[in-house]
């Protein structure tokens, strides 16, 4: 059993006044009859002991004296959601979860359930609504505007880069930015398996073909030994890819000393996706200004956001004023509405700029505070000596957008698995890492090169890999609820019990 179970557990001759007692210390609200194996006999609450008193029960009377109903239980299987389904059916305020023999294996309470923790929630202050009003005041509600230029201008500025087009979304960045380096269909596109889909879909809106390239196990980015052989295997065909997608992975640069001089050997333009690491650095350089073509995603789950948005960035003038009439429908300078070729609507508003506006005010703090929760974490799991965190190499200056760990041993992928659910349980959001893109169905077939012979790093991770709730505005309280949480799954995963 759970060890901070045991002091809600008692056994059925226990003295109900003992047990009055021992609720009042414990201050949970309820205690858990048990026998000998840890088997739930019943529960105890407040209700069950004024009753005793009202019905001058005498106080060293047994608990298993008192009346009693089945009590109310889950199994280890159950959804945050269905507990507190069944809590409401049977207007209760805990439900204690049991294996299959009845033992009991934790205990949820409502309180925690009404108080969510996400995996990364949006985190806005102050600074945001000045610039929302003044485009409400202004009328620059609509696409275009004011706050789009300035945005771009300061996007562009905090990357060190020459320019930025401000665009609906991080994927539509993508999608325009292959379009930029001339991907056609029937062209190869090189592309880090460890990712979201976002940064693989658009290959696929050109019409063009992936060839996913694993990770390394120094910064879990995109091998450079993988993609050398496959770019000679690439030669060898005669087939070089138009493109390579870069993606900076969890807020954490690829090792562009090596990616960038072999793209330039092969003549393969980068394509950087920095969609998770705006405000990273890499030898003191920022992440997204490596590549012919640069993107950001400020989704509401980002380190910045916008609610909805991204942005494409380049030092070539030109190819971001292409972007731009691509992303407007490519509408031809003329006072009517000409087009010779596709466009896209994939232009940011005038308020959603404004909002970026003020979140780049504030970057700088969020990265630190995100790197304040990672370091939290670490300190209070270093005991575990089988948790091993995203490595951050020297000359790396991470964002840690995601705090993220994997298991080592023959059983990592099982006990991943229950400590998230466990964590699932009590409404705390924690998510593998991503499944690499040559394992979705979706791209089946797709062409694969491992970091190594018989080393795949990117699907040993996302079998063992875990991500935690990361947010700028975790507030202490809620990560030592997460810790907590931790170290009650790694003792029951220890015991060989399960969650």
């Not at 997608?245 to 960038?260: E, F, H, K, P, R």
């Given at each position: 059993?759970?060890?901070?179970?045991?002091?809600?557990?008692?056994?059925?001759e226990?003295?109900w006044?003992e047990?009055?007692?021992?609720?009042?210390?414990?201050?949970?609200?309820?205690?858990?009859?048990?026998?000998?194996?840890?088997?739930?006999?019943?529960?105890?609450?407040?209700?069950?002991?004024?009753?005793?008193?009202?019905?001058?029960?005498?106080t060293?009377?047994?608990?298993?004296?008192?009346?009693?109903?089945?009590?109310?239980?889950?199994?280890?299987?159950?959804?945050?959601?269905?507990?507190?389904?069944?809590?409401?059916?049977?207007?209760?305020?805990?439900?204690?979860?049991?294996?299959?023999?009845?033992?009991?294996?934790?205990?949820?309470?409502?309180?925690?359930?009404?108080?969510?923790?996400?995996?990364?929630?949006p985190?806005l202050?102050?600074?945001?609504?000045?610039?929302?009003?003044?485009?409400?005041?202004?009328?620059?509600?609509?696409?275009?505007?004011?706050?789009?230029?300035?945005?771009e201008?300061?996007?562009?500025?905090?990357?060190?880069?020459?320019?930025?087009?401000?665009?609906?979304?991080?994927?539509?960045?993508?999608?325009l930015?292959?379009?930029?380096?001339?991907?056609?269909?029937?062209?190869?596109?090189?592309?880090?398996?460890?990712t979201?889909?976002?940064?693989?879909?658009?290959?696929?809106?050109c019409?063009?073909?992936?060839?996913?390239?694993?990770?390394?196990?120094?910064t879990?980015?995109l091998?450079?030994?993988a993609?050398?052989?496959?770019?000679?295997?690439?030669?060898?065909?005669?087939?070089?890819?138009?493109?390579?997608?870069?993606?900076?992975?969890?807020?954490?640069?690829?090792?562009?000393?090596?990616?960038?001089?072999?793209?330039?050997?092969?003549g393969?333009?980068?394509?950087?996706?920095?969609?998770?690491?705006?405000?990273?650095?890499?030898?003191?350089?920022?992440?997204?200004s490596?590549?012919r073509?640069?993107?950001?995603?400020?989704?509401?789950?980002?380190?910045?956001?916008?609610?909805?948005?991204g942005?494409?960035?380049?030092?070539d003038?030109d190819?971001?004023?292409?972007?731009?009439?691509?992303s407007?429908?490519?509408?031809?300078?003329?006072?009517?509405y000409?087009?010779?070729?596709?466009g896209?609507?994939y232009?940011?508003?005038?308020?959603?700029?404004?909002?970026?506006?003020?979140?780049?005010?504030?970057?700088?703090?969020?990265?630190?505070?995100?790197?304040?929760?990672?370091?939290?974490?670490?300190?209070?799991?270093?005991a575990?000596?089988?948790?091993?965190?995203?490595?951050?190499?020297?000359?790396?200056?991470?964002?840690?957008?995601?705090?993220?760990?994997?298991?080592?041993?023959?059983?990592?992928?099982?006990?991943?698995?229950?400590?998230?659910?466990?964590?699932?349980?009590?409404?705390?959001?924690?998510?593998?890492?991503?499944?690499?893109?040559?394992?979705?169905?979706?791209?089946?077939?797709?062409?694969?090169?491992?970091?190594?012979?018989?080393?795949?790093?990117?699907?040993?991770?996302?079998?063992?890999?875990?991500?935690?709730?990361?947010?700028?505005?975790?507030?202490?309280?809620?990560?030592?609820?997460?810790?907590?949480?931790?170290?009650?799954?790694f003792?029951?995963?220890?015991?060989?019990?399960?969650?």
């Open positions: 059993m759970n060890d901070r179970l045991t002091p809600l557990c008692l056994p059925p226990t003295p006044g047990a009055l007692a021992r609720l009042n210390q414990t201050g949970r609200g309820i205690l858990l009859v048990v026998d000998g194996s840890g088997r739930l006999l019943r529960t105890l609450t407040d209700g069950d002991l004024r009753r005793a008193v009202l019905a001058a029960v005498p060293d009377a047994p608990v298993s004296a008192l009346p009693s109903k089945p009590p109310v239980v889950a199994d280890e299987a159950a959804t945050a959601e269905a507990l507190l389904r069944l809590m409401d059916a049977h207007a209760i305020d805990h439900v204690p979860v049991c294996d299959a023999a009845g033992r009991v294996r934790d205990l949820v309470t409502r309180r925690e359930l009404s108080q969510r923790i996400w995996l990364s929630s985190h202050g102050e600074e945001e609504t000045a610039f929302v009003e003044e485009a409400f005041r202004s009328n620059w509600i609509a696409p275009l505007g004011p706050h789009v230029d300035a945005f201008r300061e996007v562009a500025a905090q990357v060190g880069v020459g320019h930025a087009a401000a665009l609906s979304s991080g994927t539509a960045a993508i999608h930015g292959l379009l930029l380096l001339g991907v056609r269909p029937g062209d190869t596109v090189f592309c880090a398996s460890l979201f889909v976002g940064s693989a879909n658009p290959i696929l809106y019409g063009a073909r992936p060839v996913f390239i694993d990770s390394e196990p120094q879990w980015n091998s450079p030994a993609l050398e052989r496959a770019l000679e295997w690439a030669r060898r065909e005669g087939r070089l890819p138009r493109c390579v997608i870069v993606v900076n992975l969890y807020g954490q640069s690829a090792d562009m000393d090596a990616i960038v001089p072999l793209c330039a050997h092969y393969v333009p980068v394509l950087e996706d920095a969609a998770e690491s705006l405000g990273a650095r890499y030898k003191g350089r920022a992440s997204g490596f590549g073509v640069g993107i950001f995603s400020f989704n509401g789950n980002k380190i910045i956001t916008t609610s909805g948005g942005m494409l960035v380049a030092d003038a190819l971001v004023a292409r972007a731009r009439k691509l407007t429908q490519a509408r031809e300078n003329a006072p009517h000409e087009h010779v070729e596709v896209f609507n232009r940011m508003s005038n308020v959603l700029a404004g909002i970026g506006r003020g979140q780049l005010r504030v970057l700088e703090q969020r990265v630190a505070q995100r790197r304040r929760v990672f370091e939290r974490y670490r300190e209070a799991l270093a575990y000596e089988d948790i091993q965190w995203m490595p951050e190499p020297e000359g790396y200056a991470s964002t840690r957008w995601l705090s993220c760990f994997t298991l080592a041993g023959p059983d990592a992928a099982a006990r991943r698995s229950a400590i998230a659910q466990w964590l699932a349980r009590h409404a705390v959001e924690a998510r593998p890492v991503w499944k690499p893109m040559h394992l979705q169905p979706l791209f089946t077939g797709a062409p694969y090169f491992p970091h190594a012979p018989q080393q795949d790093v990117s699907a040993a991770l996302f079998e063992s890999g875990l991500c935690l709730p990361s947010g700028s505005n975790l507030s202490v309280a809620q990560q030592d609820r997460v810790i907590d949480l931790l170290h009650r799954a003792e029951a995963t220890a015991e060989g019990q399960g969650v």
